[in-house]
């Protein structure tokens, strides 16, 4: 049985949010409600949280019209569908909605029968989207010893893409040139040759290689660039970009450790200065502003995927390389807003809480 699609709900009205929600039966008509938002950055934060396949959302709100918030999360997911609704007939509103590939545009007050042919339409596509990512079935590939199905494009560089949410991959599939589809206990992997304009958040990439000889070495950076939240310096060949994407893994790989500018100097044999001037000339930011980013991102997903029974928080704080776990938490309260404790139980709140690869 196939999942059903992720719906988001926005509206800044709570009676009108809470009447879209009951006008018809959503888990009938193949949704999960996901997220339900009361304006339009509410709405772009949930989605980074839950990951909505669709969006039906009003026009007028007061931080940003639905349209802007559609093409703000398009923009971020593009195989995203979506549905307006308006208090309003505005022709202006209805032709802007068409021109950013909104499928429905719905006028207040609700009926029914046009909201259920609304989320068929929504359906519809979605559907289509995710028959289109099935016709290349992955291959099984062992996240151990790593052998990819194709050697690579002569002259072009090899990329690993992996991620463990493989609805994100569907729109990539049709804007790269994509050589191979892999299924790794959990992962969803593509083989490209070229990279996108634009990835969402949500997926690793490995650096540029020659070609996918080396399985081991493109998963573990894939794997280090999903885990981390980061993506690597390298766009092209370069000694010093690639000596930036080194330390850029072994960083990631050493978040528990305590990691001084003379330890990592020595490490890759450079002066202290050299090496905070390369590494910010090539990834845009200080070290310790990377490591930083890494350790709380790595622990937000370390919290939001394993219950407690399974890693507490002192353990979790400490595997990121926070020892003192009141340090810890002022951190990683003024980065997300919420208290660790507070952020764990947001997600079980949501459901969204289990047992997945740390």
Known sequence: MEDKFRLMLVDDEPWALLGLEEIIDWEAMGFTIVARCECGQEALEAAHKVRPDAVITDIRMPDMSGIELFGRLTDI?????????????????????????????????????????MAAMLKEKLEAQRAEAQKNESIQVDLESPVFPVSGSEGRPCYLLITDQAQLLTPLEGSVSTLGRVHMDGYEGILMDSLPEQLPNGVGISRPA???????????????????????????????ISSAGD????????????????????????????????????????????????????????????????????????????QNYSYFGQQFKKATGSTPEAYRKAYQMRGMITSTHV
């Open 77 to 117: 997911y593009p195989g995203m569908a979506g549905a307006v609704v308006s208090a309003y007939a505005d022709f202006e509103i209805a032709r802007e909605a068409i021109k950013m590939a909104v499928l429905y545009y719905m006028l207040k007050p609700l009926k029914a029968a046009e909201v259920a042919e």
């Open 210 to 240: 020659s070609d996918f000889s080396n399985g081991k070495q493109l998963l573990r950076e894939a794997l280090a660039s999903l885990k981390g939240g980061f993506w690597f310096a390298e766009k092209a060949s370069s000694r010093q």
């Open 247 to 322: 330390i850029q893994l072994y960083l990631y790989e050493h978040l528990a450790d305590d990691i001084s500018l003379k330890k990592l100097a020595g490490e890759f044999y450079l002066t202290e200065t050299y090496l905070c001037d390369m590494f910010k000339k090539y990834t845009g930011e200080s070290i310790f502003d990377f490591l930083k980013h890494v350790r709380l991102y790595r622990a937000k997903m370390l919290i939001q995927t394993t219950p407690e029974e399974a890693l507490t928080f002192k353990e979790i704080a400490a595997l990121c390389g926070y």
